[in-house]
Structure formats: C-alpha cells, structure tokens
C-alpha cells in the first residue's frame, strides 16, 4: 500500500475540476478527493456542487465549491482570483465543462459558436495560462483536458463543438511543450459515448443507444464512473512521463 500511495496518491496536492458538478467532471472530482486531493469544483450550479462536497465529505476528503460561469471571460478571472487567493496555487487542473450546442452546421448561429468556444476552449486556455506557469516554477503539475471523439471525426452535428474540443487536442499539446520540461504533464482524455446530462438527448433514443453501445469493444456505452481512476493516473506520480497525448477512454469505440 506505501508504494501504491506513493505512486497513485494526491495527498497534500490540490485539484480544481471544472465540470465537476455532474457527469464525467464529477467523477474525476470524486475519485481525486478519495485519493486524497483537496478539490476544488468550479460550475454554475450551486446545488449540484454541493452534493459534490458532501460526497467529497463523506469519504473522509476535503471539497469546496466555486460558481462561475466559464463561457463568461470576467467570471474565469474572477475564478482565478478567488482560487489563488482563498485555496492557494493548485497543483492539478481539469477541464472538464463544456457548452454542447450542436445544430445542424446550417443552423449554427454566431452565438452558438462564441458560446461554445468560449466554454470548451477559451476558459481551458486561460486557465492553464493562470496556472501552468506557476505549476512549472514550482516544478510539478498535471493539466487534464477533458476533449471528444468529436475532435477526431465528425458525427452528430459535430460543429463547434467538434471545432473546439480539436482545438482542445492541439492546446494540450502546446501546454505538454511549454511546460512539461518543468515537471508539469498535460494531457487529454477523450470519452467515447458517455450516459452524462450533457448527452441525455442522445440516451433518449434506444435505437441510437443500442448503434452506439454495439461500435464498441466492451459492449457497452460510457458511464461517468470509468473515468475517476484514469483521472487519478494522469494527475499522479505514475504519469511523470506521460504528456502530449491523448488517452481515449472509450471502450474500443475509436479502434473500430
């Protein structure tokens, strides 16, 4: 158990998860606080996260929460600052929140895309800016995108969706250049077809559940609970030289 604490374990680390309300985001919150990371959640929902924190609680870990709405410039600043100034620098960071506008390309507004950019791309890119730099003085940090299979084939009304999560992929790559040099790893994960309140729309179709659930290798479709010990690998010791790289966590769905 040392060793395997020494390895995987987050004790003494604090992690702001973005997202981390619901969903896969609050999967990696939950898993990260068992592995004994102080976490931060950052959404919009107050509600939501403060079911989050209790379950942090309840597994003896330490959670707070923070609302903001990432789509808005002002309130990511804002985050930044209450972050740094009430929590401190943090030593892991995962974005996770997303914006899931997908009409038909024809139909995607100028809003649409503003919006979604702003929440699936912009937010990530200045909080690594915010915080990257100060992981890499410090000599260690993780950075955990949290991007799509959109990013690499278009289905499903992908627009700038798909457009923002691609520009996810090559953001972490140029956050793995600039900093993993000083001990900060940045990495993707990318989900296959995951049951979330993001996707319900999606598992609202049994047609549609049962094609997709039958491209994969396991036989099945995501649950936000496949994603919690992969989140504790990328932001752990056992991923000091693992970065630029995308990890499909998707059942086989990508490989078919």
Known sequence: MSYLNEVFGLRGRTAVVTGGSSGIGRAMAVALGRAGARVLVVARREAPMAE???????????????????????AVAA????????????????????????????????????VTL?????????????FGPRMAARGWGRIINVVSQQAFRAYGNSGAYGAAKAGL??????????????????????PGVVHTPLTEPVFADPATVARHAARTMIGRNGVPQDFGACAIFLASNAAVAVTGQTLFVDGGYSAT
């Open 52 to 74: 989050v924190v209790a379950e942090l609680r309840g597994y003896g870990a330490v959670g707070h929460a923070i609302s903001a709405d990432l789509a808005d410039r002002a």
């Open 79 to 114: 985050v930044i600052d209450k972050i740094i100034c009430g929590y401190g620098e943090p030593d892991v960071l995962i974005n996770s929140a997303g914006v899931n506008r997908r009409p038909p390309l024809d139909e995607l507004t100028e809003d649409d895309w503003d």
């Open 118 to 130: 702003a929440a699936n791309l912009t937010a990530p890119f200045l909080l690594g800016q915010a």
């Open 169 to 190: 992929v090559g953001l972490t790559r140029s956050q793995a250049e600039a900093w993993s040099r000083h001990g900060v790893c940045c990495n993707a994960i990318a």
